[in-house]
Every structure is written in C-alpha cells, then in structure tokens.
C-alpha cells in the first residue's frame, strides 16, 4: 500500500528565504507523485508532478521538486519565498487504484 | 474556462438531518472522485465514478454515504442521518480520462464544509 509523510504541520520562513518542504513516501510500485497547494477556503491546486520521467520537476509559481528513489523522498522547494506563497502544501502519491492519498500537510508561514 | 463547482458552499445541519452536496465536474471529464478533508488532516477518498459507474466506494465511512452521478455528469453526495463526526471539508475532483492513467491529473472543486450541531 502507498503512503507519504510530511513532516513538519507548520514551517515558517522569512520573505526571500529558501522554501524547504518535506515529503517522503512508501510505494511497492513506482510511484506518481504530487504537491498541491490549498490557499484559505479554496480547493487543491495542483503545484506539480512526478510520472516517472525527469526526477527533477518544475512546478508553478517557481516551486520544484526532486524525486530521490533512494532516500524515498519528493521534498517541494522554492528559492526565495513570497508573502504569496503563505498557504497549506499537500504530498500525494496515486494509489493502485487511482485515488489519491494525501500526506497531513504542512502550513508555511511568510515572515515579512 | 469553467472549473469543477461545488455547491453549497457551506452547510449547516443539526445531527439527525439528510444533506446532499453537489459537484459539477468539467465538462467531458470521464473520471470524478469524491474526498472528505477533516480540520487539520489531508483529503482522503470517498468514492469514484468512471461516467455513470461507481467503481469504487471503498472509502466511504457508513451506509449513511450515498453517491451518484446517474448521466456521468453532475455528481451528489448524500448522507443521511448526519452525525458531529461527518463534519469536514467535502471535496469533489474530476479527471479527464480514467483513474489508472497517470498523466491525467484531478482537477479539484472548492469544497463544501459541512458542519453538523
């Protein structure tokens, strides 16, 4: 059965800083990979994914990803972060039979 | 152009009441999923409808949960009889082609929070 953990609910970074969030994942399979992006009262956005091909993805809103089958991981990144980007981040890998399932989240916090 | 819709927004009913909650899928999408988001936790699946066809309702938490999509378009969720602990987020998601094709992503709606007195 597939599975991801975030860890880390809640990360606070200052405006400029690097973005660090943290996904690691159990799969049987090769696993598709995802990060969404839910602002207050709106639904999932989805940031990127990982299908198998290059294990370094891009994103929207200059986030990326890096698939690491050895350290079983897709931890998210953004270079400098934007008071914008204040927002819960959700992990999800496909399960066998399509659905997705989703880490916990983390809630990343932008310091002015 | 038109994203998935969900509606109401917000809902509110006393334990005991029925609801249903509405998903618009986009257009022509084959594939709908259904998720229940609890306060502080990730979404997590319901129920699936390839067009018309429930495939899978494995998530579902009681016979109170009931789901159609009886034209493959429009989707209800409905339950019955409702209880404190069915108060979340209600989310719907639709997908262009079938589940199992990965390069198909889920498209979600904005969800409908329910809240049970």
């Known amino acids: 059965a597939q599975s991801v953990t975030q860890l880390g609910s809640h990360v606070s970074v200052s405006e400029g800083a690097l973005v660090l969030l943290r996904c690691n994942y159990s799969?049987?399979?090769?696993?598709?990979l995802f990060w969404y992006v839910q602002y207050p009262n709106q639904g999932l956005q989805l940031l990127l994914k990982?299908?198998?091909?290059?294990?370094l993805v891009k994103g929207i809103n200059g986030f990326e990803a890096e698939f690491k089958k050895s350290e079983t991981s897709f931890h998210l990144t953004k270079p400098s972060a934007h008071m914008s980007d204040a927002a819960e981040y959700f992990c999800?890998?496909?399960?066998?039979?399509?659905?997705?399932?989703f880490g916990k989240g983390t809630k990343l916090s932008v310091k002015p | 152009g038109a994203g998935v819709s969900q509606s109401p927004r917000y809902k509110v009913a006393k334990r005991g009441q029925d609801v249903a909650l509405r998903c618009d899928p986009i257009?022509?999408?084959?594939?709908l999923f259904w998720y229940q988001q609890a306060l502080g936790q990730g979404p997590e699946f319901l129920t699936y409808?390839?067009?018309?066809?429930?495939?899978?309702k494995s998530g579902l938490p009681s016979d109170r949960f009931f789901a159609e999509r009886p034209e493959g378009s429009v989707s209800t969720l409905k339950i019955q009889r409702t209880q404190q602990e069915d108060s979340a987020v209600y989310l719907c998601?639709?997908?262009?082609?079938?589940?199992?094709?990965?390069?198909?992503?889920?498209?979600f709606g904005p969800g409908t929070r329910l809240t049970v007195t």
């Open positions: 999800a890998v496909k399960g066998s039979q399509g659905n997705l399932i």
């Open positions: 409808f390839q067009n018309e066809a429930q495939l899978d």
């Open positions: 998601a639709s997908s262009l082609g079938g589940r199992l094709i990965s390069s198909y992503e889920q498209y």
């Open positions: 990982y299908t198998s091909a290059a294990t």
């Open positions: 257009s022509g999408h084959v594939s």
């Open positions: 799969s049987s399979v090769p696993p598709y």
